[in-house]
Every structure is written in structure tokens, then in C-alpha cells.
């Protein structure tokens, strides 16, 4: 959400009176590669019209969910014990597993998640919390220091994917795994990607689906990444302060989407104010390795492939070739900010449902042979006669 970046800039500003450092915001809205569009001086201390009477209450996640669950790993090091919100598919369903953008929780998916289920009532949702985000948590042993950094890397991050996975076939004891549809936003369509290209889940992954993230435009926007954190409340009074935040800033432009969504992001301290539960300023040796090579590896890997973005101009030239090419399908919603699942919740999970629907092998209905053909039209024939 580059684009948005002049609006989140200002509006950072106006708010410095009630915070104190700035070390954490939403990195994940690195990976739009608009122009950026300043506030006029008059917007900057108004709310945008239609805001008056809103609530700004949070929503729990039990109103998009069934579940949430505990995956404990044990055979890495350091342990971790993976989160993420959960409803099973049913009778043979298919599997949307969802992976949110840095600074984001699985939350982020909440809305679009219930959306998909209205319109396909058979299909589950996985939804993740990445190391480092949500409720994930990271095991501390005895001789390590508690804030030793996390490692946010590529390959990591990968492996977490896959092993939740896993670990959540034993824990409901499939037998194998479901089709998979694999759907990412900006850091997390750079983990799915990877994940379908290396092919570590073999033929469960039916489909993949990236959203708003382009190679090029977020190695360009990663270089005003720490002034564009510099910017960010550090903190806010209360948490309905920070759901409201983020929609007059436009970093989220649904308020059914912040009022789920935004909660996951902070977390209350002994003064009562609520911080940024991610550090992003911290992950930053990570942020090339993220990204580098995706345009790559997401036109190479096999499956299905979806590119639902925000705007054209985010397309470099590798995936413009590619798009020409017939190698991918591409979907824009212009309306959406970088946020594009929770801006337009209904609208991303239809799409993503027509996307299933068209790689469903088990729906395909096959044209009939020739030969059943013509024994048909001689069997019409003689009964003509």
C-alpha cells in the first residue's frame, strides 16, 4: 500500500503526541508499488465523512471460525507451537490455507475466510499465526535470552507452513491431506509460492493464490520501509483507538474487516495502552530474502496459479510476459488498498471460489467420446425408422 504510505505518514504525525517510540508497524504494506498520495492539509485533521456513529468495537474471531487451534512442534529448535484459527472442511471438502502478510495475524483472513464458506459450504479454512505474529509462540529455553531474534527467514517460515500442515493431519487423523488451495497476502504470498514450488506437499496442493505482492515493485518499496515506520503510532489509548486508526488512515478500508482484524495486531501492556504486538523494524536482515526471486518461482512452480491485485501498474515485466503467455490468472480489483482480502472481503472470496472451481478436477465433466457418439446417433436412427 505504497499509495497509502503519504496518508499512514501524515496521519502518524497528528498522533505523536500520544506516543513514544515507533519501532513496529505493518511491513507487509511494502509490496504495493502505487504513487503516493499525501493527504490534503484539511483531510489531515478530519474524519472521512461517514465515520461519525460508527463502532469501533472489537468482533471475535468465533464469529468467522470454528476453532482455533495448537499445533505443538517439538522436533525443531527452538520448539514452537503454532496458531491458527480453523474451520474443517466437510464431506471431501477442499482446504483454503491462508497465510497473512508480515505484521498481520490470521485474523487478516477472518471475514474473506466466512465469505468462502457461504459460497462454498464444504470448504475449510486453515488460517495462520506466522512465528512472530498472533498467538504463534516461540519456545524459550533456560540458556537463551528472551529477546533473541526471531528467525523470520524465507526458508523458515516455509517450513512452518508445511509442518502445520502435517502436524494438523495427525491431530484430526486424516488420512492425507484435503486439495489444498494455498492463498498468501504480500509476505505470505511469498511463502506460499515457495512452498508450491518446492513441491514439499506433493500433489495436495491443488492451487495457489498470491495477493498484492510483485517482485519488483516491493524490493523498490523496501528502501523507504524504516522512514515509512518512523511514521507509525507507536501505541494507542485503546484498542478501539487503533481499530479506528486504521481506517482513517485507509490502511484498512472495511470496518467489518478492522473491527476482527486489527485486535491481532496489538496487544494491551501494564499502562493500559496498546502496542504493536510485531517488532517489523527488527525483521528487516529478512526482508530481500523474502521476496527476491518470487516473479521466478511463482511463474515456475506447478499448480494453478491466481495474481488478484490491487492495480496493474504492480505487474513487472517478468509477470507481464507471463500473464501474456497464459501462465497465470490475473485479477484486479481496483477499488481495494493493499489490503485487498479484508477492503473487499466478498468480492476476494469470490474469486478465490471461482478460482477453486475451475481447477476442481472432480467437478470436470468430460466431453463424451466419439465413439459413444456415434453409437448414439445410430441408436437414435433405428428408432426413427
Request: hydrophobic share 40%; glycine share 8%; aromatic share 8%.
Amino acid at each position: 500500500m505504497l499509495e497509502e504510505i503519504g496518508e499512514a505518514e501524515s496521519e502518524g504525525r497528528t498522533e505523536s503526541r500520544d506516543l513514544e517510540n515507533d519501532d513496529d508497524s505493518s511491513i507487509s504494506s511494502a509490496s504495493s508499488a502505487g504513487t503516493i498520495k499525501p493527504l490534503s492539509t484539511k483531510s489531515l485533521f478530519s474524519r472521512p465523512s461517514g465515520t461519525q456513529g460508527r463502532s469501533y468495537s472489537q468482533t471475535s474471531w468465533t464469529s468467522y471460525f470454528a476453532q482455533e487451534i495448537y499445533l505443538q512442534n517439538d522436533k525443531v529448535s527452538p520448539a514452537i507451537t503454532h496458531h491458527a484459527y480453523l474451520t474443517p472442511p466437510k464431506n471431501s471438502g477442499p482446504l483454503f490455507v491462508m497465510h497473512h502478510g508480515a505484521g498481520s495475524s490470521g485474523l487478516s483472513f477472518a471475514v474473506c475466510s466466512s465469505e468462502i464458506r457461504k459460497q462454498l459450504p464444504n470448504a475449510g479454512v486453515m488460517s495462520l499465526d506466522a512465528r512472530g505474529h498472533g498467538a504463534t509462540a516461540i519456545r524459550v529455553e533456560d540458556n537463551q535470552a528472551e529477546k533473541e531474534p526471531v528467525d523470520m527467514s524465507l526458508p523458515v517460515l516455509s517450513r512452518d507452513l508445511v509442518d502445520s500442515l502435517q502436524l494438523l493431519q495427525e491431530r484430526l487423523l486424516w488420512l492425507k491431506l484435503p486439495d489444498l488451495i494455498l492463498v498468501g497476502h504480500s509476505l505470505g504470498g511469498a511463502v506460499v509460492t515457495d512452498v508450491a514450488k518446492s513441491g514439499a506437499l506433493g500433489g495436495s496442493v491443488l492451487a495457489f493464490a498470491v495477493l498484492d505482492v510483485v517482485e519488483g515493485s516491493v524490493i523498490d518499496a523496501l528502501q523507504s520501509m524504516q522512514t515509512y515506520l518512523s511514521t507509525r503510532p507507536c501505541s494507542f489509548k485503546t484498542l478501539s483507538n487503533g481499530i479506528e486508526w486504521h481506517l482513517r488512515t485507509r490502511t484498512v478500508r472495511d470496518l467489518k474487516s478492522a473491527c476482527v482484524s486489527v485486535p491481532g495486531l496489538l496487544q494491551s501492556v501494564p499502562s493500559g495502552a496498546w502496542t504493536w504486538r510485531t517488532d517489523l523494524g527488527a525483521t528487516e536482515p529478512f526482508w530481500e530474502g523474502w521476496f527476491v526471486g518470487l516473479s521466478f518461482k511463482f511463474l515456475s512452480a506447478r499448480g494453478a496459479k491466481l495474481l488478484l491485485l490491487a492495480g496493474t501498474d504492480r505487474l513487472d515485466k517478468e509477470l507481464m510476459i507471463g500473464q501474456m503467455q497464459g501462465k497465470y490468472q490475473l485479477q484486479v480489483i481496483p477499488e481495494a488498498g493493499h489490503f485487498i482480502h479484508e477492503d473487499t472481503p466478498y468480492k476476494a472470496a469470490s474469486i478465490l471460489v471461482d478460482f477453486y472451481r475451475r481447477n476442481d478436477g472432480s467437478t470436470l465433466v468430460l466431453p463424451p467420446k466419439v465413439g459413444d457418439l456415434l453409437k448414439h446417433k445410430q441408436e437414435v436412427g433405428a428408432f426413427a425408422k
